[in-house]
């Protein structure tokens, strides 16, 4: 490795990552040496027994055929499935295959097992090596590469190229690069649209620099001197040095291979399965919402069925949770809890594999990783079937209409979605020139949806229409809406003709103007005698006698106290209680439902005195919290 001090600028060139894939003994280490001069296999052990364990990385530089650069980082996976763990932390951020089959043995187990993995990972292109082409006659190979043709029919690697090649003689290796140019220039080139993520696969320490990590960096741009965030803990590293495909440079865009040089941790802290990502970008998950596919002759997943679920680097136990009463088959929506956190966006592939014995079973793509976990299975299920048929104009919708009055902010739909800053507001641009959406600016700016807006707007009226003219403050506090979309509401009334703004006061177009300041006071007084009291509250004439107002006056307060719901009349007399002790009794009398009571067992329940247990009564039967049977009442 070279210096990773030194910062150097330049173009950024196509990086491209490539993973190897096929069984045990087919070739695939040797295959990447005679491609790129690279041994693999660092591991004493592997030496030793002669088969790949764990992870391995070569560059391979090569001409896109137009005069440019393409760099492609290979990462050599394990084929004995004994390791298969291992083969999956390295194909999580793979653009394309090199799938490896031996002229003298074919298509054997672990063939199609990583074929299948790289299918539910979403791998769409690759290439096919035919190695040890120089052990077999032209008959066997000839042989061998049908049965591989046939093998491959109704795969994403249909029609792909097949390569003859011996690593040991080096022949078929420039055909293998002209194929692997070929492939790779189909590829589409990434945008920078989602938050860096970076998957870590190795850690280790170089004298004189100190902790160095690598990983295939999945998403968004790192640079040189940055500040990341180590998950799971939420420790914050700086970026000493980087390097990408073996030079130093002072940035890395995905996808690429990246090593970092890292300052402020030990390499004992840092581990394969952490990700390091932008601080505030991106969240934990611990309950995953996902669309799942059962790999063919795999059994359907029960309810509370325990899984281990691969993800890039990352891998954990979970428990399937259905949303109805059917056994997870093919393509069901199910949600996932994690035993442990990972870092999950929406879009993401994870690999399912049975916990005894180990055996991939199916994949699942990722629909939402924000999931409540309180959320009804109806309401739940309902959500992942909008999300499932949406594109990526009527997600972004959706993911802001589900936040109702509270809207959500760009930062909030970063760590819901991935994408970044730049990217959303691209996005959200045509539903906000539509008018679907609206943009509510504050100290925190946020989204609404425009249903959500005139649902807040009709929330504003009825609080004016009930209480009459409001402060700003009580008006926002009333209707339980944040800063910002208040004072869209507010301006969006205003500019219609609804509202009348004069100062701090708001009311409505005709309506008169806010009490006089000797009125409000009369009311809080009011209030808080009735408030103090609870249930057992006094007659209107006992509070007249001690306001000393006349009982005209003493009306017109009621009146307006009603109206804002800050008083509830009981029955025809003059007997009112604060709705708070009422909204008190409501919930002890629930926590007895469907139990029968009469008239002195509801005394000695709530300590009240016949003359005011009699019209609470007749109220709560009235409100349908209890029912009247001669006699003896219900709870409801």
Not at 170 to 180: H, V
Not at 215 to 237: C, D, N
């Amino acid at each position: 490795m070279k210096s990773l001090g030194t910062v150097v600028s330049g173009e950024q060139p196509r990086y491209v990552v490539v993973g190897t894939a096929g069984h045990i003994d087919h070739g695939k280490t040797a295959l990447v040496y005679a491609l790129t001069g690279t041994d693999t296999d660092r591991l004493p052990e592997e030496k030793q027994r002669g088969i790949t364990i764990d992870l391995g990385f070569a560059a391979l530089d090569l001409e896109n055929g137009e005069g440019g650069a393409l760099h492609l980082s290979l990462i050599d996976v394990p084929g004995h499935d004994a390791f298969i763990r291992n083969m999956l932390a390295g194909t999580g951020g793979i653009d394309c295959v090199m799938l490896v089959i031996a002229a003298d043995e074919g298509v054997k187990a672990q063939t199609e097992e990583h074929l299948a993995i790289c299918s539910l990972l979403g791998i769409q292109r690759g290439v096919v090596a035919l190695t040890k082409a120089d052990a077999v006659s032209l008959e066997k190979l000839a042989e061998t590469r049908a049965s591989a043709r046939r093998f491959l029919e109704g795969t994403f690697l249909e029609g792909a190229p097949i390569v003859p090649v011996s690593a040991l003689k080096r022949e078929g290796i420039d055909e293998l690069k002209s194929a692997l140019v070929k492939v790779v220039r189909e590829i589409p080139v990434r945008n920078d649209d989602f938050v860096a993520r970076l998957p870590l696969d190795r850690s280790f320490s170089i004298k004189g620099f100190g902790t160095v990590v690598t990983g295939t960096l999945h998403s968004g741009v790192l640079r040189a001197g940055q500040v990341l965030e180590q998950h799971p803990g939420g420790k914050q590293l700086r970026v000493r040095g980087m390097q990408v495909h073996g030079s130093d440079a002072d940035a890395a865009h995905a996808p690429c291979r990246v090593a970092l040089n890292l300052a402020g941790v030990q390499v004992a802290d840092m581990a394969r399965g952490d990700t390091l990502s932008i601080p505030g970008t991106l969240g934990p998950a611990m309950n995953v919402d996902v669309e799942i596919t059962m790999l063919s002759g795999a059994p359907a997943l029960k309810h509370g069925a325990r899984v281990r679920v691969h993800a890039f680097t990352s891998d954990t136990l979970a428990k399937v949770l259905r949303f109805d009463q059917r056994d997870a088959g093919p393509n069901a929506l199910v949600r996932l809890r994690l035993m442990k956190p990972l870092l999950l966006v929406p879009g993401d592939r994870i690999v399912l594999r049975r916990c005894s014995p180990e055996v991939t079973i199916g994949g699942a793509r990722v629909l939402d990783a924000s999931a409540p976990a309180g959320a009804r299975k109806a309401a739940a299920l309902a959500w992942l079937k909008l999300l499932r048929a949406a594109d990526d104009d009527e997600q972004l919708r959706l993911r802001i209409a589900r936040r109702g009055f509270d809207g959500i902010t760009i930062s909030a739909l970063t760590v819901e979605t991935g994408l970044t800053a730049e990217a959303l507001q691209r996005r959200a641009s045509p539903l906000l020139s539509a008018g679907t959406i609206a943009a509510a600016h504050g100290a925190e700016s946020c989204w609404i949806s425009a249903e959500s807006l005139n649902l807040a707007m009709q929330a504003v009226l009825r609080v004016l229409g009930e209480s009459g003219p409001l402060s700003k403050a009580e008006l926002r506090s009333r209707a339980r809406l944040n800063t910002a979309v208040f004072a869209l509401v507010v301006e969006r009334l205003t500019a219609s003709g609804k509202l009348m703004v004069s100062g701090e006061s708001v009311r409505l177009s005709g309506q008169e103007d806010e009490l006089p300041e000797s009125k409000r006071r009369q009311m809080q007084s009011i209030e808080k005698i009735y408030a103090d009291a609870g249930l057992a509250a006094p007659l209107l004439s006992e509070v007249m006698s001690r306001m000393s107002v006349a009982p005209t006056a003493m009306r017109e307060l009621m009146v307006l106290l009603m109206r804002s719901k800050r008083l509830v009349r009981m029955g025809a007399d003059d007997a009112f209680v604060h709705p708070d002790a009422l909204a008190k009794l409501y919930a002890d009398l629930r926590k007895h439902r469907g139990e029968s009571f009469d008239v002195g067992r509801f005394k000695s329940f709530t300590g009240l005195t016949r003359k005011h247990a009699i019209p609470l009564l007749e109220h709560l039967d009235q409100a349908r919290v209890t029912r009247n049977n001669g006699g003896t009442r219900v709870v409801l």
